[in-house]
């Protein structure tokens, strides 16, 4: 090892170089020069060639080369489908329900029913028009139109 004087002679302008050169890297890292750039007018780009890739097939294979099992082609079964139907939305005619005419038993009630802009007077499974009437109380009517059900209640 160096002992005394000597050492520090020899230490101290290696560790000042390596710090300046330290500094000098970071300093130059944040400049604002940019690098001097040659004179580019002269520049010529020459055309790279290709070659064309030669086109190949993978053909069947009907037994295995290692194996020496056959293969057997399964069959394709081309799927069918059926086409979805939607149902058309049944348009119901115009209906209100005006009120209900009734006797002392409710078997032999009225009903005073406005369909298409007429009025019409029906007893439970009377028909008009395909309208059927299934119930009926006093604040409202059960209709049957085209396989559908639906209730309409009285007007005030």
Do not use: C, H
Not at 19 to 26: E, K, R, S, T
Not at 100 to 127: P, R, T
């Amino acid at each position: 090892m160096l002992k005394g004087k000597k050492g520090l002679y020899i230490l101290l302008p290696l560790v000042v170089f390596i710090w300046g050169a330290i500094i000098f890297q970071v300093v130059d890292a944040f400049s604002d020069e940019d690098p001097v750039v040659s004179d580019i007018t002269n520049v010529s780009f020459a055309t790279i060639k290709t070659k064309e890739r030669e086109k190949f097939t993978i053909g069947e294979v009907d037994r295995d080369p290692f194996l020496g099992t056959v293969y057997k082609p399964t069959k394709v079964i081309p799927k069918t489908y059926k086409a979805l139907t939607k149902k058309s939305e049944i348009v119901w005619p115009s209906i209100r329900y005006k009120g209900l005419v009734s006797a002392q038993n409710n078997a032999s009630a009225i009903f005073l029913v406005e369909i298409n802009g007429a009025d019409q007077l029906m007893k439970i499974n009377d028909s008009f028009s395909e309208i059927k009437l299934l119930k009926g109380s006093s604040s409202s009517i059960k209709l049957k139109y085209k396989g559908k059900t639906k209730q309409f209640q009285i007007l005030n």
